[in-house]
């Protein structure tokens, strides 16, 4: 056998600082089963939290929007200023893993009215990890009154996580 046909190994191997940027940290979260439920580039500790009056104390997690389909036929519609390159980038990307979401809401009372919730639970053993409110709930400045009926079911930009759900 001729030892020039062994695979070499490189004399400069990458430094492990090179493969990773400094935005590239990914923070992991867990049910308290060990259910692996959230990935996010911002740690919990650094979300805001509801404030007053709002007794749960729960983390504002912003979810991004849904991928646009890449069909042929929605790339004529599509505006070309909102390509991938002219999308501004965003720091924060959080993304739900395993969580089931009930079909029905409940309403919780408050000290200034009533709220609906749609809870999101633990895909595994079913704990109660956080919630999303009726899109109902928030102002919208500038709507009209047509657009603000359609208004219905859940805001799918925002998730709130109960403190305590997850480790």
């Known amino acids: ?15 492990s600082s090179s493969l990773s940027s400094p935005t590239a ?3 992991t979260y867990h049910c308290i089963c060990t259910s692996l439920i959230l990935a996010s580039t911002t740690p919990l500790t650094a979300l805001s939290a509801r404030a007053s ?7 504002i997690l912003p979810l991004p929007p849904p991928p646009r389909s890449s069909s042929p036929s929605d790339s004529d519609d599509e505006d070309p200023s909102l390509s991938s390159q ?3 980038r965003s720091t924060h990307y959080a993304l739900l893993l395993s969580t089931l979401l009930d ?10 009215g ?18 999303q409110l009726d899109a109902s709930q928030y ?5 009209d009154e047509q657009e603000e009926a359609r208004r219905d079911g859940r805001r799918e930009d925002v998730v709130y996580l109960l403190p305590g759900g997850l480790r």
């Open 86 to 88: 002219n999308r501004p």
């Open 25 to 27: 940290h990914l923070h």
């Open 1 to 15: 056998m001729d030892s020039d046909s062994r695979p070499q190994p490189s004399p400069n191997p990458p430094s």
């Open 53 to 59: 009056p709002s007794l749960d104390k729960a983390s």
């Open 114 to 131: 009533f709220e609906k919730r749609w809870l999101q639970r633990c895909g595994r053993c079913r704990v109660v990890i956080g919630y």
């Open 139 to 143: 102002a919208y400045a500038g709507k």
């Open 103 to 112: 079909r029905k809401p409940i309403i919780v009372r408050r000290t200034d």
